[in-house]
């Protein structure tokens, strides 16, 4: 099993920054993607950046220029580092963990709270 803690979130100016992190524990294979999704009210969940196992991170276009995921493996934890947020990134962001033992394995997923973020106009 794996534990996801997700902190960062909070309101902010539209222009603003905030910075999520997510750190997850338990039994951790080497080869797992760390990346975070978000659900504005009334929408579906939506993939907003991932850092896959070997280095490729992914972004939302939407997201692309203004977000930057990272991640210390060491600490086992991701980051979501939000510049120049707009009214538009407002939502729960969610951190999801996907592993596998080898390659050939099946894949698990885990996922966080969720933690909120206000950005105002």
């Known amino acids: 099993q794996v534990q996801l803690v997700e902190s960062g979130g909070g309101s902010v100016q539209a222009g603003g920054s905030l910075r999520l992190s997510c750190a997850a524990s338990?039994?951790?294979?080497?080869?797992?993607?760390m990346a975070w999704y978000r659900q504005a009210p009334g929408k579906q969940r939506e993939l907003v950046a991932a850092?896959?196992?070997?280095?490729?991170?992914i972004y939302a276009d939407s997201v692309k220029g203004r977000f930057t995921i990272s991640r210390d493996n060491a600490k086992n934890t991701v980051y979501l580092q939000m510049d120049s947020l707009k009214s538009g990134d407002t939502g729960v962001y969610y951190c999801?963990?996907?592993?596998?033992?080898?390659?050939?394995?099946?894949?698990?997923?885990?996922w966080g709270q969720g933690t909120q973020v206000t950005v105002s106009s």
């Open positions: 999801k963990f996907t592993q596998r033992r080898y390659t050939d394995s099946p894949t698990f997923d885990y």
């Open positions: 850092s896959i196992y070997g280095g490729t991170t």
């Open positions: 338990g039994s951790i294979f080497t080869i797992n993607t």
